[in-house]
């Protein structure tokens, strides 16, 4: 029996569709305390630097409301150290962000960038958050994370979605192998081990599967199947996925 997987609903997109009208409604702290009673481990958000979903108020509120752990997704700038070290969140997940971008393609480029992001990490860690690293699941970026002191690497699960969305089997296939050995390998380097990026409930079960995997941060999808049968129903329609895949 290998230890239970954590579930981080990420409800970005409840304040996307908030944002579309400029409104208070839908509330993603609302959507937040829902996911809670709907037995979500964590919820997640993500501040981007230019503010299309998630709000700086947003940030507070959870702070503020939430009872589970807060893992804020953003960008490694000086702007979002200093939100990060006035709110202090249980983790920081550090992720890669291009404004042209529709989501989050790519995982972060620790190796490029150590010496900085060493010294980024250094204070928020120092904070009591724990720092998780947003990256593709390739050596270079593992044994980075590993040397800059990062507790948590997040493995960009994007790719192998992708590839099972188009129908594409043998890239899904050499995905998932690639996802499998670096969650070992990162496991090996000391490094708690947590994916996400594109997951439904077609794509969760091999992922849930990996005993190295300590959670999974899932979002677009689950806002999504919400429209048709509420937060609550496809937040526990997920948990018992992941539970079966799991074993
Ligand atoms: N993990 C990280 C680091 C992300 O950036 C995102 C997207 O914001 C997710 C998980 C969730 O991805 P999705 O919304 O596709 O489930």
């Given at each position: 029996m290998t230890d239970r997987l954590r579930l981080g609903v990420n409800i970005d997109h409840v304040a996307t569709v908030r944002n579309a009208r400029g409104g208070?409604?839908?509330?993603p702290l609302r959507a937040a305390r829902l996911a809670e009673a709907a037995g979500a481990d964590g919820i997640t958000a993500h501040l981007r630097e230019d503010r299309r979903h998630i709000s700086d108020a947003d940030i507070e509120g959870l702070m503020r409301q939430l009872s589970v752990p807060l893992n804020l997704e953003m960008a490694a700038t000086d702007e979002m150290q200093a939100i990060a070290l006035r709110h202090r969140p249980h983790a920081v997940c550090l992720v890669p962000e291009r404004?042209?971008?529709?989501?989050?393609?790519g995982g972060l480029e620790v190796a490029r960038e150590e010496n900085r992001l060493a010294h980024f990490i250094a204070p928020l860690a120092a904070a009591g958050c724990r720092v998780s690293i947003f990256i593709a699941a390739d050596p270079a970026q593992i044994e980075a994370a590993a040397r800059i002191g990062a507790a948590v690497v997040e493995l960009h699960t994007g790719a192998y979605c992708d590839a099972h969305d188009a129908g594409r089997w043998e890239d899904r296939d050499a995905e998932l192998a690639r996802l499998t050995g670096m969650a070992a390998f990162a496991r090996e380097k000391g490094l708690e081990v947590h994916a996400g990026h594109g997951l439904t409930y077609e794509t969760v079960p091999p992922v849930a599967a990996l005993?190295?995997?300590r959670e999974l941060n899932i979002g677009h999808f689950l806002i999504g199947e919400a429209i048709f049968r509420g937060l609550e129903a496809s937040i526990l329609e997920m948990r018992r996925i992941m539970d079966a895949a799991r074993g």
């Open positions: 208070d409604v839908p509330c404004r042209e971008e529709r989501t989050t393609e005993p190295q995997v």
